[in-house]
């Protein structure tokens, strides 16, 4: 059983920062690569960032490069995604997906229907 859970989203000021986990279980977190995806209200799921299986790669879309990092674990078998400067535009309910396959290319890793695994989600509010 392959599972992913997000946890970290919460309520926090623009300018501020969380971090985000994406906790894996039920398989070698170096064998997939791992997309963090964003869903705000009224609007359709987008790819924000994504780090390659086992070389650790990373990908950033480009209204989150410099201002996000995502990064992995392997020994806590956790990604997280380091969500700094924040926005207001950025509140959304974050997800995070595991598939089976090198991830070189942004414009892949930002499609949800290349991953096969996902998480619930949780809640990331961006507000004053």
């Known amino acids: 059983q392959l599972q992913l859970v997000e946890s970290g989203g919460g309520l926090v000021q623009p300018g501020g920062s969380l971090r985000l986990s994406c906790a894996i279980s039920?398989?070698?977190?170096?064998?997939?690569?791992i997309g963090w995806f964003r869903q705000a209200p009224g609007k359709e799921r987008e790819g924000v960032s994504c780090?390659?299986?086992?070389?650790?790669?990373?990908n950033y879309i480009d209204s989150v490069k410099g201002r996000f990092t995502v990064s992995r674990d392997g020994t806590k078998n956790t990604v997280y995604l380091q969500m700094n400067s924040l926005k207001p535009e950025d509140t959304a309910i974050y997800y995070c997906?595991?598939?089976?396959?090198?991830?070189?290319?942004?414009?892949?890793?930002?499609?949800?229907?290349?991953?096969?695994?996902w998480g619930k989600g949780t809640l990331v509010t961006v507000s004053s």
């Open positions: 039920g398989f070698t977190l170096d064998d997939y690569s």
């Open positions: 780090i390659n299986k086992s070389d650790g790669t990373t």
């Open positions: 997906a595991a598939v089976r396959m090198s991830l070189r290319q942004l414009r892949l890793c930002v499609k949800p229907h290349v991953f096969d695994y």
